[in-house]
């Protein structure tokens, strides 16, 4: 009895979705615009974490150590560096290595490289450069160091200098930025996704205004609530499948055409391959979004005009 | 049957019904006459629980319909066939489907509805027509499906609102016969009507209404204002 009743209601679902070609053409239509939106945000929440964390990796401070500092002394600072919580990685350049890169660096510049051969001693001193988790980490680093310095002021200090004071005032303004971003792009997007599902909503809210004479009759007639409610769910659900596949079809070949630009732009992230990547997620949310939106935006409407 | 008891229902102070008290037998055919606006139309609407009556009561058995709950409701009103002048029909619907959602909801087989449904509309005159949909028939073949819908689940009151309002004479003669021929079977039938003709020729019960009145009860009546 249940099993035929759902099975009624399925098929009055699908036979009105069919019927009213036209109504459900444009739901469809304003409800794929939504999952485009939907699907969007997502696109654009990736890319931005992805240049924000590129343009976060290009920020470091160096320490730049005394020619006399030694090797045992360096690495021990490095060791204690990597056992601070803000540090994400540490990189040692050798006084030999600081060298080769400082050649390399001016290969074509015959006169500093002739004044490095008149020069007794490598006059280079060794490099840690370091990396935190977040730029707005580098100050306590930087105090860190500072203390550690003073610290070994019993013998002579090791760090010849530090170059976050150099560089304070371009890491305060890149945390801002990279702090407004996060929180504009975001703000941006939950506004776009509210305006574009209550459209949707509302799209279907129209479509079953059409019926609500139609709901009115079924009533007088003796269908229960639920015999009256299940056909326009069953019509929300298949608005929101086929807007949920329209809307799936139609990004791929438009990531696939953006997808190089994308790469070159945004510093690494392959809008194409973050699509194919993840598609089983995209799937899922724009699939769910599409049914729970067609299947409530009906439930509620329906409600309305059942008052007979 | 169907009892009213002082039945009264106002609309911002204007008195549409006033103080109606009646009873309906099983198996009889009443029909309520009456102007525009003598409240027949409200009547029949407050049997359908459609409106709802400002004081008094409408006992269906011993059941009082104003007193039932909204998930009960649906239950009552299949006990109930519904005619009306603008027919009503589902319009994304065929002729079948029709009928066949009003024995779907009531919990019918499959194979009930794959054999009442022509069978009711072959009663009407309408098994050509069991796949057009309503905009494909016209008037008099609307309110023939609508008939075969309200009938179907045999229910134990027709009620026909204006039935033939919208349509010509021979149309109307067909649709009283069938009205007739459902009440030979053994169903009450309440009609309402401005038509002289059709009341003349039934040779029933007359209700006549004036100003949410009634004026005149004849058993054998005929139509007279």
């Known amino acids: 009895m249940v099993w035929t009743s759902i099975k009624r209601v399925i098929k009055a679902g699908a036979v009105n979705f069919y019927r009213n070609g036209f109504v459900s053409l444009s739901s469809v239509f304003i409800m794929t615009i939504t999952l485009f939106v939907i699907g969007g945000v997502i696109f654009l929440s990736a890319t931005l974490s992805a240049s924000l964390e590129e343009i976060k990796s290009k920020v470091d401070v160096n320490v730049y150590f005394q020619t006399s500092a030694s090797e045992e002394e360096i690495t021990a600072l490095k060791g204690i560096l990597l056992r601070l919580p803000e540090v994400k990685d540490v990189e040692y350049i050798s006084r030999e290595q600081a060298l080769e890169n400082f050649k390399k660096r001016h290969e074509n510049d015959e006169l500093t490289l002739q004044a490095l051969e008149e020069l007794p001693d490598n006059p280079l001193g060794a490099v840690l450069n370091i990396r935190a988790k977040e730029p707005s980490e580098y100050e306590g680093i930087a105090n860190f160091l500072k203390s550690e310095n003073a610290l070994s002021s019993g013998s002579t200090p090791i760090i010849d200098e530090v170059n976050y004071y150099d560089h304070k005032t371009a890491i305060d303004r890149l945390s801002n930025i990279i702090r407004s971003a996060q929180t504009l792009g975001l703000a941006l997007a939950f506004l776009l996704v509210v305006v574009s599902i209550s459209i949707a909503f509302n799209t279907i809210r129209l479509a079953i205004y059409i019926s609500r004479e139609e709901i009115g009759v079924m009533r007088l007639v003796g269908a229960s609530d639920k015999y009256i409610r299940g056909p326009f769910v069953v019509s929300g659900v298949l608005y929101g499948v086929s807007a949920a596949l329209i809307t799936l079809a139609l990004f791929y070949p438009l990531t696939y055409y953006l997808g190089d630009s994308t790469e070159d732009f945004f510093s690494g992230l392959n809008v194409f391959r973050y699509y194919t990547l993840h598609f089983g997620e995209f799937f899922l949310i724009i699939a769910g979004s599409g049914i729970a939106l067609g299947a409530v935006s009906s439930f509620l409407a329906v409600r309305r005009y059942l008052n007979v | ?225």
């Open chain 2, 1 to 225: 049957m169907i009892h009213f008891d002082k039945i009264t229902k106002k609309y911002n102070g204007c008195v549409a019904l006033d103080e109606i008290s009646f009873t309906v037998k099983p198996k009889e055919f009443v029909s309520l006459v009456g102007h525009s606006g003598a409240g027949k139309t409200t009547l029949l609407k407050m049997i359908l629980v459609e409106e709802r009556p400002s004081s008094g009561s409408i006992l269906f058995g011993s059941v009082n319909i104003h007193a039932l709950k909204r998930n009960k409701l649906h239950k009552y009103r299949r006990k109930i066939g519904a005619i009306f002048q603008d027919f009503r029909l589902l319009p994304n619907k065929t002729a079948f489907e029709n009928i066949a959602f009003a024995m779907e909801m009531a919990g019918r087989s499959d194979s009930e509805i794959a054999a009442d449904v022509p069978y009711v509309l072959e009663m009407v005159d309408l098994g050509d027509k069991m796949w057009n949909f309503p905009r494909e028939l016209s008037g008099g073949e609307k309110q023939r499906v609508a008939i075969a819908r309200a009938i179907v689940n045999q229910p134990d009151v027709v009620i026909a609102d204006e039935p033939t309002g919208s349509l010509d004479p021979i149309n109307t003669y067909e649709i009283v016969q069938i009205l007739k021929k459902i009440n030979d079977l053994g169903t009450t039938v309440i009609l309402t009507t401005h038509n002289k003709g059709v009341i003349d020729s039934l040779g029933k019960r007359v209700i006549t209404m004036e100003k949410g009145r009634i004026i005149r009860d004849d058993p054998t009546g005929r139509y007279v204002l």
